[in-house]
């Protein structure tokens, strides 16, 4: 399995980001996918996932400002980001191999994951 994001960097409040997951090594088409994200300090939160069938789950906190949207002819996974605020500050994360549930109870498989950083 290997997973490799894209697409972080520095943003003002308010502004725009999207990211990317590759993925490979693994049937992508029905793997459950999904992004968490880790602020400096803190524990990991679960942002939002993706299941084979599209169905979606988002962290209450980014409803309305983030959408999970995967492409199973290409094998990958975007996050876009907008309306940023300073919380959404972290190191964010594509994985896989979390379980069917939300949010997920196992940690699955990551990638190497992007920073986010967004300034007031």
């Known amino acids: 399995v290997h997973l490799v994001e894209s697409g972080g960097g520095s943003v003002q409040s308010g502004g725009s980001l999207k990211l990317s997951c590759a993925a490979s090594g693994f049937d992508f088409t029905t793997a459950p996918m999904g992004w968490a994200r880790q602020p400096r300090g803190k524990g990991l939160q679960w942002v939002a996932i993706?299941?084979?069938?599209?169905?979606?789950n988002y962290r209450e906190s980014v409803k309305g400002r983030f959408t999970i949207s995967r492409d199973n002819a290409k094998n990958t996974v975007d996050l876009q980001m907008n309306s940023l605020t300073t919380e959404d500050t972290g190191k964010y994360y594509c994985?896989?191999?979390?379980?069917?549930?939300?949010?997920?109870?196992?940690?699955?498989?990551w990638g190497q994951g992007t920073q986010v950083t967004v300034s007031s």
């Open positions: 993706i299941f084979g069938d599209g169905r979606m």
């Open positions: 994985a896989t191999d979390f379980g069917g549930s939300w949010p997920p109870r196992r940690f699955g498989t």
